[in-house]
């Protein structure tokens, strides 16, 4: 599976840069800018750690605490974003070493050989779990050639066409715009390391011939009719493991079922296409009921001269299977073939109508379960989060973090969560749930639906080769009749 997600290290959203890699490596380090101290040292699952370091990088940002200490010193906004975070899930098909040599090289020439420091930590929580994966924090400044942090951005001044700076003198000042001294916040930069992963991996398992690849696209930019799984997580990954079902994993499990039904489907109708276009067109006179009807007594006959007695309970069978295939084509007035061409043509627009629908319904399903789910963190630890805002002392405090550090994080990415997805509006709790559950009736309407399209591809499936076979034992037995007249000649 691919994942590889980029985000932010932000001091305005309550991080440090020393305590995220005090944690990724599991390691004790001491925060100069706060005076904290984030002590991770009993944290299990870290298979290794490294620093690569830009040729122009002071040789002390070798060590751990000295790089990102110094990044917090650099920084003196409150809101200062302190590091860039790339998170791999790393190939289950290699081995331990084969995974965090893979990483390195991706590392080097992806992020430190554009002028990056980068602190790699690879956790491997168990083995059985097949959870192996990188943490990668980047510096964002530019390193100058001493050695000494350069600018994130610069402001430019604005000119008239005489080459004058243009005053503002609503805001009295000069007209300027920012202006980024590297091209890494870009989203085009992102889209570029994203697929440099993927070639990195496929690369991988080239060398070891295993003909699965991996695409850092969507599903919808690959152009596949299917739904994309959610990222499963730690947490859930190691309940559903000891045989405790989660929301992700039930909704990953949902997902797997429709796809695989929709992806079976849509071969199916292809395979209908490709055999009706190579069978002669049927005439109005011989439709296709008729022709139905030939190939069920064209199958008696040949059993009888076979000297094959078929049961009366295999009779009765056959002539159900002959009437459910008349009814279909009488309920759907399906004549000829190009109209049982037209009718495969609808139903593959129908099963695209109800993914879409589906679609639109599981995106909205998935918030309402995190939402729902971040209602109980924000309600449970609400009261712990309080306790400690409201300790001054700094050492009581952290002391008091240390022991609730859980609380506190559940609260606060519970927090975050409802600030960015519903901003000043009110937490409802109540209504989220009748939401959810008016949608998943819904949802497994479409199930439904897509079930019922599923019973008219077996039907045309049935069609196409029963009348792909008459054709063929038609025109044989012509030509036995042409053989016959032509030697009685």
Avoid at 50 to 75: F, Q, T
Avoid at 216 to 245: C, D, N
Avoid at 308 to 315: E, M, P
Avoid at 415 to 444: C, H, P, V, Y
Wanted: aromatic letters at 8%.
């Amino acid at each position: 599976m691919y994942h590889c997600s980029i985000k932010i290290i932000s001091r305005g959203k309550g991080k440090s840069a020393v305590a995220a890699a005090a944690y990724r490596a599991g390691e004790k380090l001491h925060n100069n800018y706060d005076g904290m101290t984030h002590d991770f040292t009993h944290k299990g699952g870290v298979v290794h750690s490294e620093i690569l370091l830009p040729s122009n990088a002071p040789a002390e940002y070798a060590d751990r605490s000295s790089l990102w200490n110094a990044v917090e010193a650099v920084e003196k906004s409150r809101n200062s974003q302190l590091a860039r975070e790339i998170e791999i899930a790393l190939p289950n098909e290699l081995s331990q070493s084969e995974c965090i040599a893979l990483t390195h090289e991706f590392v080097q020439k992806t992020f430190v050989n554009e002028g990056m420091c980068a602190d790699i930590c690879i956790h491997d929580p168990n083995r059985e779990q097949k959870n192996i994966h990188a943490h990668i924090m980047l510096t964002m400044r530019p390193l100058n050639e001493d050695g000494t942090w350069g600018d994130k951005q610069r402001k430019e001044y604005v000119f008239d066409k005489n080459g004058n700076k243009i005053y503002d003198k609503k805001k009295r000042n000069y007209k300027c715009h920012t202006v980024q001294t590297t091209e890494w916040n870009s989203r085009e930069k992102a889209e570029e390391w994203r697929k440099a992963w993927a070639d990195y991996i496929n690369d991988s398992l080239v060398q070891r011939n295993i003909t699965d690849t991996v695409d850092h696209r969507s599903y919808a930019r690959q152009g596949k009719l299917v739904k994309p799984t959610i990222h499963m997580g730690v947490a859930a990954t190691q309940m559903e493991q000891k045989g405790k079902r989660t929301i992700k994993g039930d909704t990953n499990r949902e997902i797997k079922v429709i796809n695989y039904k929709i992806n079976i489907l849509l071969k199916k109708l292809e395979a209908i296409d490709n055999r009706l276009a190579k069978m002669r067109e049927v005439s109005e006179r011989d439709s296709l009921a008729l022709m139905l009807m030939r190939f069920h007594e064209n199958g008696i006959e040949f059993n009888q001269v076979r000297g094959i007695t078929l049961s009366t309970l295999k009779k009765a069978e056959k002539l159900r299977d002959l009437s459910h295939l008349i009814a279909f084509v009488q309920r759907h007035d399906i004549r000829t073939l190009a109209e049982l061409k037209e009718r495969s043509k609808e139903t593959s627009e129908a099963l695209w109508l109800h993914k879409e629908t589906m679609k639109k319904q599981q995106s909205r399903i998935k918030v309402l379960e995190e939402l729902l789910t971040n209602y109980e963190h924000y309600k449970n630890n609400k009261a712990v989060y309080q306790e400690w805002q409201s300790i001054t002392k700094l050492k009581k405090k952290d002391k008091f973090y240390n022991e609730h550090r859980g609380e506190i994080t559940l609260f606060e990415a519970a927090k975050k969560m409802f600030d960015t997805t519903i901003g000043d509006k009110k937490i409802t709790s109540k209504s989220w749930r009748k939401e959810l559950a008016e949608l998943k009736q819904a949802n497994q309407n479409e199930l439904k639906e897509i079930d019922r399209l599923a019973e008219d591809v077996a039907s045309m499936e049935t069609i196409a080769y029963n009348v792909e076979r008459l054709e063929k034992y038609e025109d044989k037995q012509q030509e036995v009749q042409r053989k016959n007249i032509y030697e009685m000649e």
